[in-house]
């Protein structure tokens, strides 16, 4: 089921899903970049007429 939801319907590829499974700092990694997802939430928002 993981495969599915993360390689077929978001488009992951394989090395990222098991990046997720095997590597110990993947999310915290992600988890560093919520000031640059924010902004990156922001634009989008601007651009659809959302903010």
């Known amino acids: 089921m993981k495969y599915f939801t993360w390689v ?12 997720m499974w095997n590597e110990r ?4 990694s992600i988890q560093k970049q919520v000031g640059e997802i924010d902004e990156l939430i922001v634009e989008f928002n601007k651009e659809v007429g959302l903010a």
Request: hydrophobic share 25%; glycine share 6%.
């Open 8 to 19: 077929e319907q978001q488009g992951k590829t394989y090395a990222e899903i098991q990046a």
């Open 25 to 28: 700092d993947y999310f915290t």
